[in-house]
């Protein structure tokens, strides 16, 4: 057999009817297999699949095992020459199969690629091509210095904004909605780890085929539409923080040396205060009680280090105290799921 396609499906049945039928039309001809792992969802995308795609693989979890898990239980079963990690949100062009098992059969050396990849625009997508997140380059990111200089070479590294789409470019990792991976690589690297819930893995996966000798690249032969994040709007409250904690959790597993660790604790407070920053954004009035928190520590730590230094400028040059206090704290209350939903501030915790 020449491909397995696996899909993890979660509460998106019209992505994955609309993914399940432009794929068909590109498997014409080719020795394929498509397996679906479906994370409890209650859309109905499991009677979906079995009416309109009686043909599929289908591995029904009772719950959702989170992205690794679920393409590992995929992986274990697959027996085709080739794994095509695809998300559920998307959409095949006519070619991209055929295109793709091309590609990979005049490249012996790669073992993973992903193509270009658009959003329903037909903008490109930034994260189809990716440079792992050194504390530098994911400071750049959660900076905004990567969006505002997306051209330079020293800022754009995070989405390599600053080289040009149309061409094939060795990358360090490419997007988790479209992983192209040769079997026999994939028996060397491992399965996924699935210490990432959600979001990370992708990056981790890519970094371990690079750790074994095999390349990872980029390749714009074909295309894809990727409706991004419709999944993701379905997981309720912790999206967010799954996203920053896998960021972090890639920092502390590849990035621990004694030469890395004062970077790595100024990514671990840039990827917290970027997550508080999401949620405000995101949720607006929602989030007041990170805010009332955040001002009550604020508070009390500027009586603290008045107390201490007998200076009413308790945010000049103490500043930096202040706000590692606030970090520390806020970091404590996140830790045991203070800023879950039902769940979202210290006060809450204290009544109930």
């Known amino acids: ?80 020459e080739y794994v095509w990690l695809l998300n559920p949100d998307t959409l095949v062009q ?37 440079t792992f997140p050194t504390p530098w380059v994911a400071f750049t ?16 590294k995070y989405n390599l904004t600053y080289l040009d789409p149309d061409l094939e470019t060795p990358v360090d990792a490419i997007s988790g909605s479209c ?11 491992g399965l996924l780890d699935e210490s990432f819930f959600m979001y990370g893995e992708d990056l981790d996966w890519a970094f371990r085929f690079h750790v074994v000798g095999w ?25 967010l923080g799954n996203f920053y904690k896998a960021m972090d959790i890639f920092a502390r597993k590849h990035f621990r040396s004694a030469i890395w660790w004062p970077l790595h604790w100024m990514l671990r407070i840039g990827i917290f205060m970027r997550f508080i920053a999401s949620i405000i954004a995101r949720f607006g009035k ?20 008045y107390g201490k230094f007998q200076t009413s400028d308790v945010f000049g040059p103490y500043g930096f105290i202040t706000m590692v206090y606030l970090v520390v704290w806020l970091l404590a209350f996140q830790s045991v799921g203070l800023y879950k939903q039902y769940r979202f501030s210290l006060s809450r915790a204290i009544v109930a």
């Open 1 to 80: 057999m020449q491909l397995s396609i696996i899909i993890v499906n979660y509460n998106v049945k019209a992505f994955l009817q609309q993914a399940l039928q432009s794929i068909s039309t590109a498997l014409f001809g080719i020795d394929a297999e498509i397996i679906v792992v479906d994370n409890n969802s209650v859309d109905g995308s499991l009677q979906m699949l079995k009416t309109h795609f009686p043909e599929v693989n289908v591995i029904a979890n009772d719950e959702n095992v989170g992205f690794a898990r679920a393409n590992n239980q995929a992986l274990e079963i697959a027996s085709g």
């Open 94 to 130: 006519e070619d991209t199969i055929s295109k793709l098992l091309e590609y990979m059969d005049l490249n012996p050396s790669v073992g993973l690629c992903g193509c270009k990849i658009l959003n329903a625009d037909g903008s490109l997508q930034l994260a189809c091509r990716r």
């Open 141 to 156: 990111k959660l900076a905004g210095l990567a969006r505002l200089f997306p051209n330079s070479k020293l800022f754009g």
């Open 179 to 189: 992983m192209f991976a040769r079997s026999e690589a994939v028996k060397t690297v």
């Open 215 to 239: 390349d990872v690249r980029y390749t714009p032969v074909t295309s894809i539409v990727h409706y991004k994040g419709e999944s993701s709007k379905f997981a309720g409250w912790d999206a």
């Open 286 to 305: 929602d989030a007041w009680p990170i805010l009332l928190d955040a001002g009550g520590i604020l508070a009390v730590s500027a009586l603290s280090v």
